[in-house]
């Protein structure tokens, strides 16, 4: 996507982006640091397994915000981590008898994978931890002699008592919270509350070697650290799923905010979760769905399914939860069909592009907290609005006409949606056959299991496309009313 300046705006005006900080639980005007620029975080994944729905609406609602800004002419200076090392990713290594490397390599890949099936942007920068581990050290070392860090043998922690403002983020009190926190037996902190900048080594463990002692960083002093050499002391955007407010965002604020003595982020934004029948998705459940799954079983071609999947995650406002239901997805699937056939009739009909009400309307509803409820909403008002008259082989005045080749070609570049020829969707929709292939035991198994969630979750279709997947490599599954199906080789 090409930056514009700001006085180039495709649609003219433009509007000044307002968005619900979560800190101050109010809408507010984005106002940058640097006039015209924009520094946006988001917080990436911890690679040690394959990405999930979570992940995808995620990653899909602040790709919107990118897109949006750049659209209105900011120059977007956007950095999305990536966490290589983590209790998780250490875990994982000793269970399935890899190095770290090597399971970082292979999720890493996967994630990218998955970013590029979404049609997600990359962002300026995705610094990994590991690459950052000296100004961790010295942002650990600024604490530690600030009095906000303190030392217990090779580990360093947070002193959360001496940062007043604890809890302001998560709108929680600190007294609740010190009250509801317990202290393992393995650990020795001043206060129940005091989170981990360093953790000493361990064996087995990575180490580095640090002044206060060789170890390795605790998750928050790595999104700090990695933020605050890459976008500044202060950033204008802050960003990540509702689940990272705390304690990771809570932490992230006072550690940085004690470092240097300024506002560490203008404006908080945080995503809400994805559903499942009104659950929340999580691996404790075991109703997690994986992006790659949806993509690999979907009976339509993938750039089909990378504007259904999208539109269905950005069809609730972004801090509302979606629920992924068989009804939610055929609702979205039965709404871009028909504005696809909309699109058909429209560009058959020759003219210029030229934003208007229609299109000003639409910019002005996503630069008020990304209000994509609405933004669907006026797409299938011209719809309507225009249909009768095409369908007929009549001519509706050329102003809305033009105005609806601009407001098409605005949810193509902001929403990532309605970018495709509309002969690629319409003859794209049907069944697609999947090709023969090989699959290991172990993706046998997990097919199996997707399967079973699919069934369980009552998303019919998702089950079906698995069933006749596992069929075509070759395995036929036979149900079992006591427990999970037999799988025979055919």
């Given at each position: 996507m090409n930056i514009k300046n700001q006085d180039e705006s495709p649609v003219g005006f433009p509007p000044v982006p307002v968005f619900k900080n979560t800190l101050t639980q109010k809408?507010?005007?984005?106002?940058?640091?640097?006039?015209?620029?924009?520094?946006?975080y988001v917080c990436?994944?911890?690679?040690?397994?394959?990405?999930?729905?979570?992940?995808?609406?995620?990653?899909?609602?602040?790709?919107?915000?990118?897109?949006?800004?750049?659209?209105?002419?900011?120059?977007?200076?956007?950095?999305r981590n990536i966490t290589d090392i983590d209790d998780k990713i250490i875990r994982k290594a000793q269970e399935t008898g890899r190095t770290i490397s090597e399971i970082t390599s292979i999720y890493i890949e996967s994630f990218h994978r998955d970013m590029h099936r979404l049609g997600v942007l990359s962002p300026e920068k995705e610094p990994r931890a590991t690459e950052y581990l000296d100004p961790m050290i010295r942002l650990v070392g600024t604490l530690l002699e600030k009095g906000y860090a303190y030392r217990k043998g090779n580990d360093v922690y947070f002193r959360v008592r001496k940062y007043p403002r604890y809890g302001e983020l998560s709108h929680q009190r600190i007294d609740e919270l010190r009250s509801g926190a317990r202290v393992a037996a393995d650990e020795d902190k001043?206060?129940?509350?005091?989170?981990?900048?360093?953790?000493?080594?361990?064996?087995?463990?990575?180490?580095?070697?640090?002044?206060?002692?060789?170890?390795?960083?605790?998750?928050h002093i790595e999104c700090s650290a990695m933020s605050l050499t890459e976008l500044g002391e202060t950033i204008d955007i802050h960003g990540g799923g509702m689940d990272l407010m705390f304690p990771h965002h809570e932490n992230e604020r006072a550690q940085s905010e004690s470092a240097t003595g300024k506002r560490f982020v203008g404006i908080w934004v945080h995503n809400g979760f994805v559903t499942l029948n009104e659950e929340k998705m999580s691996k404790s459940l075991g109703n997690i769905f994986r992006i790659r799954t949806f993509f690999e079983t979907s009976p339509f071609p993938e750039e089909v399914t990378r504007e259904w999947l999208r539109t269905f995650l950005l069809s609730t406002h972004y801090a509302s939860p979606v629920d992924l239901t068989e009804d939610n997805l055929a609702h979205t699937k039965n709404g871009l069909d028909s504005l696809y056939l909309f699109k058909s009739l429209l560009?058959?009909?020759?003219?210029?592009?030229?934003?208007?009400?229609?299109?000003?309307?639409?910019?002005?509803?996503?630069?008020?907290?990304?209000?994509?409820?609405?933004?669907?909403?006026?797409?299938?008002?011209?719809?309507?609005?225009?249909?009768?008259?095409?369908?007929?082989?009549?001519?509706?005045?050329?102003?809305?006409?033009?105005?609806?080749?601009?407001?098409?070609?605005?949810?193509?570049?902001?929403l990532g949606v309605l970018t495709l020829p509309p002969s690629s969707w319409?003859?794209?929709?049907?069944?697609?056959?999947?090709?023969?292939?090989?699959?290991?035991?172990?993706e046998v198994d997990r097919l199996v299991m997707e399967r079973e969630k699919a069934r369980r979750e009552k998303i019919f279709s998702l089950a079906d496309t698995i069933r006749e997947r596992l069929k075509k490599a070759g395995f036929l599954l036979e149900d079992n009313p006591g427990g999970l199906p037999r799988i025979r080789k055919i």
């Open positions: 809408t507010e005007a984005l106002l940058p640091h640097t006039p015209g620029m924009v520094t946006m990436g994944v911890t690679v040690y397994d394959d990405c999930h729905l979570g992940h995808a609406r995620s990653q899909t609602v602040f790709d919107l915000l990118h897109r949006l800004l750049a659209y209105l002419g900011y120059r977007v200076r956007y950095v001043e206060d129940p509350l005091d989170f981990a900048l360093w953790k000493g080594s361990k064996p087995g463990e990575p180490s580095y070697p640090a002044f206060f002692g060789d170890g390795r960083p605790g998750w560009e058959a009909r020759k003219g210029e592009s030229l934003a208007g009400p229609m299109t000003r309307e639409f910019i002005s509803a996503l630069a008020r907290d990304m209000d994509t409820p609405v933004a669907f909403r006026l797409l299938h008002q011209t719809k309507n609005l225009l249909n009768p008259a095409l369908s007929a082989g009549d001519t509706p005045p050329d102003f809305q006409l033009a105005d609806a080749r601009a407001l098409f070609a605005a949810a193509g570049q902001i319409i003859y794209g929709k049907g069944d697609q056959p999947f090709r023969e292939e090989t699959l290991a035991p172990d």
